[in-house]
């Protein structure tokens, strides 16, 4: 893949910010959008705007292939076995809390054990504490190596026959680590409990294979994968998304409704109650399409280039902390310069133009974890260059630079 030639298809990259081009490294945040995802989304509205699953009008039926046509695009990214497995959501965050409620909820006891990491981002975090607080369950941590990363060792040390379920990272959105996830379903499997994988940092940068992973539920986003905001992704297999109840109730998503009961629709329109995010799914189909083409084992190899080259310079400045493994890592790095706070550290990144994370990035049990109240992050994307890297190296030395007598 050529990311020079790739980065022709984002308008938005070809601007000037405070006088200086553009370099754009928080696509961890959410990405930005090819010619081809804004065009598709531009050409629904303007030629066949209309509802979906109800006219038997032209437009109806136009707008209702392309909604239903884009979750077979998903069904074929991810490999799901059926198009009924894929539920289109808000994002990540509203894909997590069905589960929570409609399924997670149901099945808890006093005594069981709900297991995660302090490593996830708050959406794969405050759903299950909230969910163990209502129903008397353990919450429980697995912990952490000494760089942030998640061991098999530990794993299988945290999960019992008490646990019955399971959320985790498949990617952080802090350390960019990778997560044995297909181990993981393995053992959490052989103790009877249920596994769900926070995917909204690996759909967009490497090959997902559900069956493969074999992991009972998997969730993404559509806006950090190039589609637009708004739209998300619930996988789940066929026979527990049957268990899990609706939480949203009202037109589409029903069967029959009677003066005192209602029956639901089948799998998987009976969580897309309402009028669904048709354009949202349309831009994200397109999306898949531009990834698929490009291929998603280039996009992850070409990546980790990058984020090589990049670390391998700021390793070069002194007092720069890296957080996270040194290998195995995605397309991000968490940082800190000294002792300078990470949003001086952006602010004055962003007076060059270059566009980072700082925060605690919705993570902040592990801010707590690392000893830090907050870091900066960038984040690379398919259509960032090694001349985005350089950009980046010397924002950073100016900025040292700049306040140089804070740090020094």
């Known amino acids: 893949m050529n990311a020079k030639e790739i980065r022709q298809y984002f308008p938005i990259l070809n601007q000037q910010v405070n006088d200086h081009p553009l370099v754009y490294?928080?696509?961890?945040?959410?990405?930005?959008?090819?010619?081809?995802v804004i065009e598709a989304v531009n050409k629904y509205y303007?030629?066949?705007?209309?509802?979906?699953?109800?006219?038997?009008?032209?437009?109806?039926?136009?707008?209702t292939?392309?909604?239903?046509?884009?979750?077979?695009?998903?069904?074929?990214?991810?490999?799901?076995?059926?198009?009924?497995?894929?539920?289109?959501?808000?994002?990540?965050?509203?894909?997590?809390?069905?589960?929570?409620?409609?399924f997670v909820?149901?099945?808890?006891r006093p005594g069981d054990e709900i297991v995660t990491t302090v490593a996830e981002h708050h959406s794969n975090f405050i759903p299950w504490q909230q969910a163990a607080k209502a129903t008397g369950a353990t919450f429980k941590f697995i912990p952490l190596a000494?760089?942030?990363?998640?061991?098999?060792?530990?794993?299988?040390?945290?999960?019992?026959d008490?646990?019955?379920?399971?959320?985790?990272?498949?990617?952080?959105?802090?350390?960019?680590?990778?997560?044995?996830?297909?181990?993981?379903?393995?053992?959490?499997?052989?103790?009877?409990?249920?596994?769900?994988?926070?995917?909204?940092?690996s759909a967009p940068h490497k090959p997902i294979d559900v069956q493969d992973l074999n992991c009972d539920f998997y969730c993404f986003s559509g806006h950090k994968m190039c589609g637009p905001t708004g739209i998300g992704v619930l996988y789940g297999k066929r026979d527990l998304l049957e268990r899990v109840e609706p939480v949203e109730f009202g037109g589409e998503m029903i069967d029959f409704v009677d003066l005192y009961d209602s029956t639901w629709k089948e799998l998987p329109w009976r969580f897309e109650g309402g009028t669904p995010i048709i354009a949202g799914a349309i831009g994200l189909g397109a999306a898949i399409d531009f990834l698929s083409e490009i291929g998603l084992e280039?996009?992850?190899a070409y990546e980790k280039k990058l984020v090589a080259y990049a670390i391998e310079q700021m390793k070069q400045i002194e007092g720069l902390t890296i957080y996270g493994p040194t290998s195995n890592r995605s397309s991000l790095i968490t940082f800190n310069l000294a002792d300078l706070h990470p949003h001086d550290l952006a602010t004055v990144l962003d007076s060059y133009?270059?566009?980072?994370r700082a925060g605690h990035h919705c993570a902040q049990p592990l801010m707590r974890w690392f000893n830090v109240t907050a870091t900066a992050r960038a984040s690379f994307y398919l259509y960032n260059t090694e001349e985005d890297v350089d950009a980046f190296i010397a924002g950073l030395k100016k900025t040292k630079e700049f306040f140089g007598n804070v740090l020094s």
């Open 25 to 36: 490294l928080d696509s961890s945040a959410t990405s930005q959008k090819p010619v081809q």
């Open 46 to 63: 303007r030629e066949y705007n209309s509802n979906v699953h109800r006219g038997v009008h032209t437009l109806g039926t136009k707008a």
């Open 65 to 102: 292939d392309g909604y239903e046509g884009a979750r077979e695009k998903v069904r074929q990214y991810i490999n799901a076995k059926e198009a009924a497995e894929v539920v289109f959501t808000r994002g990540t965050t509203s894909a997590i809390n069905l589960v929570a409620h409609g």
């Open 105 to 108: 909820r149901g099945l808890l």
């Open 146 to 160: 000494e760089d942030g990363t998640v061991t098999l060792e530990a794993v299988k040390e945290t999960i019992t």
């Open 162 to 201: 008490n646990t019955k379920f399971v959320a985790i990272h498949h990617i952080s959105n802090v350390l960019g680590d990778v997560v044995p996830i297909k181990e993981i379903a393995e053992i959490a499997h052989q103790h009877g409990a249920f596994l769900l994988v926070d995917g909204a940092q």
């Open 298 to 300: 280039q996009i992850e």
């Open 353 to 356: 133009g270059i566009a980072v």
